[in-house]
């Protein structure tokens, strides 16, 4: 039996995208060979900008997508040999948008039922109607909503829906994708505390995919940061946070905005053009960016450098 919920072994995604008229067709490596493992019981926070493949690895998690290359294993199962329901009883997904990933013309109890009558799961109507009590009193909903539709709840109400959904298969992992990022800041609080009392009741595992720094903090035990479709840093989130190796890391960190007006807006040194991911820059696909780049940093990609359980793919980490 595997100690990892999850573990990637270097897998790429390349899709064939236009690269503009009259020049055809080219490959964009979307993932790069990512290596990832989730201990059992962990949370991983996968952060990054948006375009570096945070997204796309949660798709092949899912099933949704088939690796280039490289495997991905859930609970030491190789997704490519596993159907469909194998994969929806080991994982289930919690969207950004809680009103957009319920269906508005569906009950309550039909949207948290749907997984196992999708699956062919479902057995009786009071064999369900047990089983949605029972599910509701968890993420703490009401039972007298259970007849209710999506417009008739509030954003955390709804959301507290999508986790149920995802929880009535009885998973070990539950992949969450900006799960509060749509939601008010006290709202935001509630759904996180709920999460992290399910962890512990009910012994799941969490990739938690999110741009809110201060959230990734908040929750994970370990993080892993993504630019450009490679992981450039992962390490425990206590150390990370403290202790940021890669200047890529250093700049997310110090991105984030604090609440005294007089500080203004950091000047990160990042420019404002990302680089063209169809056409990514040679050696290290972050020194046009980087205010440490040198004359090495252009010519060769970094090899991971590995110190007490951090990683680090860069050729003159800080802190290591």
Same mark, same amino acid.
């Given at each position: ?73 859930? $609970?030491?199962?190789? %997704? ?36 196992? /009558? ?10 369900? @109607?047990? /089983? ?41 992992? %539950?992949? =969450? ?8 800041? $006290? %709202? ?10 399910? /962890? ?9 995919? $999110? ?67 169809? @056409?990514?820059? $040679?050696? =290290?696909?972050?020194?046009?960016? =980087? %205010? ?6 252009? /010519? ?13 793919? =860069? ?6």
């Amino acid at each position: 039996m595997s100690q990892f919920a999850l573990e990637t072994q270097d897998i790429t995604k390349t899709y064939r995208v236009s690269a503009g008229i009259f020049k055809g067709k080219k490959s964009l490596k979307a993932v790069n060979g990512v290596s990832l493992s989730i201990p059992k019981g962990s949370i991983l926070g996968l952060v990054g900008e948006s375009g570096c493949g945070k997204t796309t690895i949660a798709k092949m998690m899912l099933g949704l997508e088939t690796p280039t290359s490289g495997d991905l294993f859930i $609970s030491g199962q190789n %997704v490519a040999v596993m159907g469909s329901k194998q994969i929806a009883k080991k994982i289930q997904p919690v969207f950004q948008d809680p009103y957009s990933s319920l269906n508005p013309r569906k009950s309550i109890t039909k949207i948290i039922t749907l997984p196992l /009558r999708s699956q062919g799961l479902a057995r009786t109507g009071a064999d369900l @109607d047990k /089983r949605v009590d029972e599910i509701m009193e968890i993420v703490g909903l009401p039972p007298r909503l259970k007849h209710n539709y999506p417009n008739q709840l509030s954003g955390g109400q709804r959301q507290r829906v999508a986790v149920a959904r995802a929880l009535i298969m009885k998973p070990e992992i %539950v992949l =969450c994708d900006e799960p509060t990022s749509a939601l008010d800041v $006290s %709202v935001q609080a509630q759904i996180l505390n709920m999460l992290m009392d399910l /962890r512990n009741e009910l012994d799941l595992t969490y990739l938690f995919i $999110s741009h809110d720094l201060a959230v990734v903090e908040h929750i994970a035990t370990h993080v892993a940061v993504m630019y450009l479709g490679r992981v450039v840093e992962e390490a425990k989130a206590c150390d990370l946070f403290a202790r940021p190796s890669h200047p890529y890391t250093q700049a997310l960190l110090a991105s984030v905005l604090t609440p005294e007006p007089a500080m203004g807006l950091p000047d990160l040194h990042l420019g404002i053009e990302y680089p063209n991911p169809i @056409d990514p820059p $040679s050696g =290290c696909t972050f020194h046009p960016r =980087c %205010v440490k780049c040198r004359d090495l940093c252009t /010519r060769e990609a970094p090899k991971t450098q590995v110190n007490d359980g951090k990683l680090v793919a =860069c050729h003159f980490p800080d802190n290591f």
